[in-house]
């Protein structure tokens, strides 16, 4: 089990995902403490929440750097400074470059709004209802320099609906990412998760895995 287990955030918006890690933490579900918020986004809601419990709060203008790995060489500092040894994007909009990855090897983990591999990118739940998928859900996963490419720790399946808006969709798979994030924080925090190739294997899986591994049903 990772021994004082320090979180720090990287978001870019309004940061839900970061509140339900917050209160799974406050809640003693997670044993970790959450080091430092980062954002790109001087305005980002995120590091509001951040501020209101008593995390650090870092706004780093990427328009101050040239390039992507300098702007990361950075984010590598704070979160060094601060001895994070967990990192959690949490609706952060940039591409991580090796400099944080190699820092932080499987030790990134993000969330994504879509059933990987199907639809990695942006607008997932436009391009789920477009493609006319019945399906759609969201994953969390460790994070290498692809795009949405690393591998799955959990994922939750959402149904599409007939008359799903793209907002109405979001919203739906959105209550499965605040549950689905934090158990699989959960999972790292208790020293449970390894990394075999593509694939993650979860420790002590109780008896029943579809406690967390399968959504329960969803009554509406
Ligand atoms: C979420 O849908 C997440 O899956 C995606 O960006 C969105 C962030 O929302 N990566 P929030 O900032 O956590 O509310």
């Known amino acids: 089990m990772p021994e004082g287990l320090k979180i720090g955030v990287l978001a870019s918006g309004r940061g839900s995902n970061f509140q339900a890690i917050i209160d799974a933490v406050n809640a003693g579900k997670i044993n970790a403490k959450i080091a430092v918020c980062i954002s790109d986004v001087k305005d980002a809601y995120a590091l509001e929440r951040a501020r209101k419990n008593l995390i650090a709060a870092e706004f780093i203008d990427h328009k101050a750097f040239r390039k992507r790995e300098d702007y990361d060489g950075k984010i590598v500092e704070i979160l060094r400074k601060q001895e994070v040894n967990l990192v959690l994007l949490a609706g952060y909009m940039r591409l ?39 399906f759609s859900g969201c994953t969390v996963h460790f994070v290498d320099t692809g795009m949405d490419t690393g591998p799955i720790i959990i994922q939750a399946v ?51 895995p579809d406690e967390f591994l399968v959504n329960p049903p969803v009554r509406e």
Do not use: C, W
């Open 96 to 134: 991580v470059s090796h400099v944080l990855v190699g820092e932080f090897t499987n030790k990134i983990i993000n969330i994504h709004p879509a059933l990987l591999p199907s639809f990695p990118g942006l607008h997932v739940q436009k391009k789920a209802m477009d493609y006319g998928a019945r």
């Open 158 to 208: 959402v149904p599409v609906l007939q008359d799903d808006t793209e907002d109405s969709l979001a919203a739906r798979i959105l209550r499965q990412e605040h549950r689905i994030y934090p158990e699989a924080v959960r999972l790292f925090a208790e020293g449970r998760l390894s990394v075999q190739g593509r694939r993650v294997i979860i420790k002590d899986t109780p008896e029943r």
